[in-house]
């Protein structure tokens, strides 16, 4: 088994590389794609943050759930909750022209939204850096 805060690191790395190019996404107008993978970076980023705490396995895609879930480990979790729960609604509706009666997700979605998104979701990994121990330094 790995050590936990090794774990945690693995899954704060791949949602920050995903914030990365969220943050491209959004400048280059796929405005939909940067929405859903905001969502995807803040769900990763906080099962870092669980992963960390010895968590085996964590299931689900809430941000809000996995932010509560988070919460019985550190308080300030619960602060943040409810804003970041504006992600879960980019998790099917940004993929699926059926969840968008008479359009699409490429032509619904927005700037605005896709900025938002993924400054949210940057708040989500800088809560959890701070939060998981940093890799010791090879002697």
């Not at 794609?33 to 809430?62: T, W």
């Not at 759930?65 to 019985?72: D, F, G, N, P, S």
Request: charged share 30%; aromatic share 10%; with cysteine.
């Amino acid at each position: 088994m790995r050590d936990p805060a090794e774990e945690g690191r693995r899954w704060l790395k791949q949602a920050e590389e995903d914030l990365r190019w969220a943050r491209h996404l959004a400048r280059e107008g796929a405005y939909h794609l940067a929405c859903f993978l905001a969502q995807q970076v803040a769900e990763k980023a906080l099962k870092a943050f669980l992963y960390a705490q010895g968590r085996e396995i964590v299931l689900g895609h809430s941000v809000e759930r996995l932010c509560r879930e988070a919460a019985h480990y550190d308080a300030h979790f619960d602060e943040h909750a409810s804003r970041w729960a504006i992600l879960d609604g980019y998790y099917v509706p940004t993929r699926y022209p059926n969840s968008l009666p008479g359009s699409i997700p490429a032509e619904v979605y927005t700037r605005e939204a896709a900025d938002e998104a993924v400054r949210l979701a940057g708040e989500v990994v800088e809560m959890v850096r701070a939060r998981i121990p940093k890799q010791k330094e090879a002697p």
